[in-house]
């Protein structure tokens, strides 16, 4: 049997049939030399153009309901590419989450891989077919229900599966040449990074590196699995490798930025933190929101104040339900981070020269939060951009 190869396209590779048709085509010729499990993504926009459409019909769109919506988005993407395989005479064949044996705990919208059950997926790889798999989806063995795992859960998907049929790497394949130092979108002098160590890329999607789900990373490292970033337009010889102990006996240096855009600051006048995360977490399961990523937790004498972050369509639906809640105190301004992400040991000269750089940049940094592998500064969102390009000369 030829060597197995996992890969994922995103969305923005996948925009529309010409683009299909191209990633079409360099699955068909990778797999005269490999045997290919290929997980994709919604076309584009699509799952936002979903969300958008589930706003227009319900102020709390139940999470159950969202889940059957966007599912749809990946489905679309699988058979399309399936189609144009098979019109190369690449033998495929498609399959959701569920057919494929993806089984999730019984969370809506932000599901956990419990367990891969691919006895589908073996016997179409043992039939010489090329595995097209829909992305972001799973199913609960308990409620027989639907799951999706999160903006961006395609990518835990494609190491999920990697690590169920001990692929030999999993490529993650985008529109962009490799993880960059920083967004070369705000940084015109961002520089691709050739390799990182699981750590390394597990703390820079934490903090907001939107190149992996921090999940699929954090299962990479857990089961060994060795990825490969790169573009989907051409063979892998550029991009960023990621694997077990590269970089680690590199002495102390800036690696990277990274940044949330939207961050989220909500007072409790609960003293008991434990106390106020529950509250609020009850809050969000009665509104039907997913509970967004915690950054930060803070206990004063009379307070707690906490700092949240999530995708655009979930933290507008935390700011609607707070901005009028007793319990709760939303601060009106949005607050962006922008982390620092070093390698080597930490030491005092780092976070003195971030401050440095901000204060020259005449930006006023809100809080500062230390983390084993990186510094990070929040600051008000109207200032994320220049914070950013400030912080950039220190790498």
Request: charged content about 20%; glycine content about 6%; some cysteine.
């Amino acid at each position: 049997m030829k060597p197995l190869i996992v890969q994922k396209y995103g969305g923005a590779t996948l925009a529309d049939p010409q683009k299909i048709k191209a990633v079409s085509s360099r699955i068909a010729n990778q797999s005269q030399e490999n045997s290919l499990i290929v997980v994709v993504s919604a076309m584009g926009k699509t799952t936002n153009s979903l969300i958008d459409l589930a706003s227009q019909v319900s102020s709390h769109p139940q999470r159950r309901e969202m889940d059957m919506l966007l599912t749809v988005g990946e489905r679309i993407s699988m058979s399309l590419v399936s189609m144009a395989l098979n019109d190369l005479g690449c033998r495929a064949i498609s399959f959701t989450g569920s057919q494929a044996g993806i089984f999730t705990d019984d969370s809506h919208v932000n599901a956990f891989i419990k367990d891969v059950k691919g006895f589908r997926v073996e016997e179409a790889l043992k039939d010489d077919k090329v595995v097209i798999l829909a992305g972001f989806q799973g199913v609960s063995p308990v409620t027989k229900e639907i799951t999706t795992l999160g903006r961006g859960g395609s990518d835990t998907s494609a190491v999920a599966m990697a690590a169920a049929f001990n692929a030999e790497r999993c490529e993650i394949l985008k529109d962009v040449p490799a993880v960059f130092t920083a967004d070369p979108n705000v940084v015109k002098s961002a520089r691709p990074l050739q390799e990182l160590n699981y750590d390394q890329l597990m703390e820079m999607t934490f903090w907001g590196a939107k190149v992996l789900h921090y999940r699929s990373v954090e299962l990479a490292k857990l089961r060994d699995v060795t990825l490969y970033i790169g573009p989907a337009s051409n063979k892998t010889s550029d991009g960023t490798l990621v694997k077990k102990g590269l970089n680690m006996f590199e002495s102390c240096k800036a690696l990277s930025l990274n940044s949330h855009e939207t961050v989220l600051e909500i007072k409790s006048l609960e003293k008991n933190t434990a106390k106020a995360l529950k509250s609020l977490q009850s809050l969000f399961e009665e509104k039907q929101i997913a509970f967004p990523q915690l950054l930060h937790c803070e206990i004063s004498h009379d307070e707690t104040e906490i700092l949240l972050t999530g995708p655009q369509e979930i933290m507008g639906a935390v700011k609607r339900e707070l901005q009028a809640h007793k319990g709760f105190a939303l601060n009106s301004t949005d607050f962006s981070t922008v982390t620092l992400t070093c390698t080597g040991a930490t030491s005092p000269e780092i976070p003195q020269k971030v401050l440095e750089k901000i204060d020259q940049a005449q930006i006023q940094a809100r809080k500062l939060i230390m983390s084993a592998m990186s510094v990070t500064v929040v600051v008000n969102a109207n200032e994320r951009n220049k914070a950013i390009e400030a912080l950039h000369a220190l790498i």
